[in-house]
């Protein structure tokens, strides 16, 4: 593939820091503002026209509010919270909140619309960040899902609990270090394979083919 | 309102016909006034996220239309297209137009569901069957085109696994003179019946406001008036090229959910005759021999092409390190896949958003100070599919 997109060979990561903001990242900056100016974003990435802000951890729900309610555009819905594992690297988890700046009054001419991923990082052992239900209700259900699914917790959640798995349920099934259990479906004459072990792992090249 | 001596709390579900599946709700009660509801999801949990990390990107083409098993071929090409968007590729305009005109067809279907079966939710049976008629009409298409009913398949990364069969646009024609008649129908039974009306006229209304901070999309938050919808928003598969409405609600009760939805059905009508006009000829898949296997006629004078398709099917396709966010508008809302790439044959990271899941979280906010009848219509009005919603 990298005989086609030169500039995007796998040795070369997109998320590198540009020395100056592109002309594209300028409007976010500008959007970001005065959290921007505080140094509380730590790094822009920009990859295939989507930005992502990284913000150190004790200044994630600071940049969420001003971009809830200072930036320009503002960023009124809360349209996804996740958490990546990065395993083994430390620091370890990322969370992820994806906003998107729409018009919320009721029969508003269709704006272009902006997207912005915010992403702060947390380390392997006791996860914690603080939780952004204060100003999304509905990073709610989100943060009990990634609470479910990764063991991060989210300091000031009013509601803690599980939400997908049963509650005596052990384990963080979306950590990579939880296994994943599977039956070899069996044939007549066919040697059994678990379905993901079909086509195998191959790991990322260090230098293009 | 606080709980008194009077308050009773009752389970609805998850095995009620009304929770379309299995969906629990814990309702407080205090006569037939709902004081309070309680959400309970996760009986339909079936861990596809973590699946998808442990195969490789064309073997998760399988699993989007089992998350969500109504709009089967949106789910599909929100997958696949996110994976494109992820290796930086374009499929070629006529596999966009197919795609635009099987994802509409796809809403179409679905949003025949969602009639039927709220109307059998409201006691009115007769439409549940006629809808299913139309339903099972767009479903043989989509027999007719990739050999299956409900799992297609039939979207590749990179473009189609196919081209389109032969009689295929003059069936989808036939299909769209006849739709308009029967949505009159159903307007006829439905829109004009006092009943109807009654039940749905101011019931589980949801604020513009409450509907944007509870990260609702599709008809619910259209039935509140905000004018979003991702097709307009984020254009993708060349929608930007295709005249249509977004249509909007006033009050944000069940009765303009229904509305737009009905109207939805009409412009995505609109959205099928443009694309069936414009389907240009050519290719359905990129001509990229690291992502799309090779045409058969190659392999028997082509080493290279061998090569190429031992590759792809022994390993796979290795997209670049990063991360992407593709959505795109289904019949509930946006539907988004969030892939982390890195480096390797198999995604690191998929995430699916999933509109069902913000939707139903405002389900209390609904039906709060309703009758326990209303719960019912709330549940019906917000389309929810469990799959959806659990993942």
Redesign the interface.
Known sequence: ?SD??PE???DE???AQPDELPPALARIADAVGGAWLSGAVQEVVE??G?T?LLVARERVLDVLRYLRDGARPRF?????L?A???CPREPRFEV?Y?L?A?????????A??V?L?VKTRLPGSDPRVPSAVGL???A???EREVYD?FGIVFEGHPDLR?????DDWEGH??RRD?P?VEEPVEFVGHVPKV??E??P?????TRPT | MAVTRETLTINMGPQHPATHGVLRVVLDLEGEVILGARPVIGYLHTGFEKEMETRTYHQNIVFPPRVEYLATMIEEAAYVQAVEKLLGITPPPRCQVIRVILMELSRIASHLVWLGTSAIDLNISSAFMYAFVDRERILDLFEQISGQRMMHGYMRVGGLQWDLPEGFEAAVRQLMEDLPRRLDEYERLLTDNLIWRERTEGVAVLPAAEAVAYGCTGPVLRGSGVNYDVRKAFPYSGYEQFAFDVPLGRHGDAFDRYTVRMEEMRQSRRIILQALDRLPDGPVAVDDRKVVLPPRRELVRSMEAVIHQFKLVSEGFHPPVGEVYHAVESPRGEKGYYLVSDGSNRPMRVRIRAPSFCNLQALPVMVFRGTFADVVVAIASIDIVLGDVDR
């Open positions: 593939m086609r997109r995007e060979r796998l990561r997109p998320d990859f295939r989507e992502t009124p819905m809360l349209t996804d996740t990546v594992d990065c992820v994806l998107t729409v018009d919320p009054r009721p029969g508003a001419p269709s272009p619309a997207r991923r999304w209700p509905a709610n259900w989100l699914l599980r939400i997908l798995l049963p099934p979306l939880a994943l379905p993901s079909i086509i792992r191959v790991p990322p090249r």
